[in-house]
T-cell receptor, first 114, second 112 residues
Framework: AQTVTQSQPEMSVQEAETVTLSCTYDTSESDYYLFWYKQPPSRQMILVIRQEAYKQQNATENRFSVNFQKAAKSFSLKISDSQLGDAAMYFCAPYGGSQGNLIFGKGTKLSVKP | DGGITQSPKYLFRKEGQNVTLSCEQNLNHDAMYWYRQDPGQGLRLIYYSQIVNDFQKGDIAEGYSVSREKKESFPLTVTSAQKNPTAFYLC???????????FGPGTRLTVL
């Protein structure tokens, strides 16, 4: 079975600081997308950022960026200038290929301290 | 506004009863999904549908059933065979299986 591992169940960051959430995955696909989703206390799932696996350039979306290491199958999310509103569960989700859909990790709960 | 709606937001049922959760989208997406979320478990896929009148089992399909008679609608029935149905249920849709998924607000099901 294809798997996604988010090794940090919980993390904490000081407001205005930078934090990196890790994600590793196991998929046989060579051309695919990878996603990070955010789930705040409202429980609404929100797309944070998308990476296209065939692109060497790491994706950036305002304060959010990824470090995509294709050979290592690593897809970490960096949040710069952390804000109180960033507090949420964050899920890594690469496309599973043969499983026909996105595969979600178990999530990392991020707390932001004022 | 385009989006995904789920109803109801909270649902209570007595043990042994079937219950149907609604999911509707007006994004013209071909693919639709149902996930179950339990504390500490992330999202687990129940069923997904790539096109109308076709659907596939996910990782935890036992005790659930779906239909896809219209492109816009993908209702989920939680049957009495589901041993532990109390959970938060999320519906999502996407253009294709590898594309970004858009999520509904979820339904919290509690079995009394």
């Amino acid at each position: 079975a294809q798997t996604v591992t988010q090794s940090q169940p919980e993390m904490s960051v000081q407001e205005a600081e930078t934090v990196t959430l890790s994600c590793t995955y196991d998929t046989s696909e060579s051309d695919y997308y990878l996603f990070w989703y955010k789930q705040p206390p409202s429980r609404q799932m929100i797309l944070v950022i998308r990476q296209e696996a065939y692109k060497q350039q790491n994706a950036t979306e305002n304060r959010f960026s990824v470090n995509f290491q294709k050979a290592a199958k690593s897809f970490s999310l960096k949040i710069s200038d952390s804000q109180l509103g960033d507090a949420a569960m964050y899920f890594c989700a690469p496309y599973g290929g043969s499983q026909g859909n996105l595969i979600f990790g178990k999530g990392t709960k991020l707390s932001v301290k004022p | 506004d385009g989006g995904i709606t789920q109803s109801p937001k909270y649902l209570f049922r007595k043990e042994g009863q079937n219950v149907t959760l609604s999911c509707e989208q007006n994004l013209n997406h071909d693919a639709m999904y149902w996930y179950r979320q339990d504390p500490g478990q992330g999202l687990r896929l129940i069923y997904y549908s790539q096109i109308v009148n076709d659907f596939q089992k996910g990782d935890i399909a036992e005790g659930y059933s779906v239909s896809r008679e219209k492109k816009e609608s993908f209702p989920l029935t939680v049957t009495s065979a589901q041993k532990n149905p109390t959970a938060f249920y999320l519906c999502a849709s996407s253009m294709g299986l590898a594309d970004e998924q858009f999520f509904g607000p979820g339904t919290r099901l509690t079995v009394l």
